[in-house]
């Protein structure tokens, strides 16, 4: 038997977001990790309120809350990959560890810094997106994670053996398309 995971990798506009963007000159400049194919719970490194750019954290996301409704334009490419039912278990317990636990954890502003300028940093427990998706799936011995770059960006994501597409477009339309297949007929 099998499971599947899903990683999400998103533009939501935020002014960090099209700064990163211009420095990177890449598509999308957020990832995110999901055990559930309708996105509802969400796992990453971002903005622990959505109003305020500068207090970062462990964060659980949804497209109903948080940064993503805030900014409802938000474009998502959704990938998914298939696990065993061990390496999903496994990847559950931690974030839920993670989530009981998230006041332990903190955004990697310094590293996300150097990473601008190709320098990789690492803190114990200190996190940006994109390395916190890279360093779940590496732990969870997913294939190809651990041959992804150093200072792994969003886009760095597509290139993973396993991965399948699943979504190309705006996260609303996807959320909105799984609330509408569970409305009664």
Do not use: W
């Amino acid at each position: 038997m099998s499971k599947t995971i899903y990683i999400v990798i998103s533009q939501t506009g935020t002014a960090l977001s099209r700064i990163l963007k211009f420095i990177t000159g890449a598509k999308y400049n957020h990832a995110s990790l999901s055990l559930v194919p309708d996105l509802e719970t969400m796992y990453s490194f971002g903005r622990l309120h959505p109003y305020n750019p500068v207090h970062g954290g462990f964060v659980e996301e949804s497209p109903h809350s948080g940064t993503f409704k805030r900014f409802r334009n938000t474009k998502v490419t959704v990938l998914s990959i298939a696990v065993t039912d061990e390496q999903y278990e496994a990847l559950k317990e931690k974030l839920e560890s993670m989530l009981e636990n998230k006041d332990r954890y903190h955004y990697n502003y310094v590293g996300l810094f150097l990473a601008g300028v190709k320098i990789p940093y690492r803190q114990r427990r200190c996190y940006y997106c994109s390395e916190f998706v890279k360093e779940m799936l590496v732990r969870h011995g997913i294939r190809g994670a651990d041959q992804l770059a150093s200072i792994v960006e969003p886009m760095h994501f597509l290139q993973l053996p396993d991965a399948n597409y699943v979504y190309c477009g705006k996260l609303r339309d996807f959320a909105k398309k799984f609330e509408d297949e569970s409305e009664p007929s």
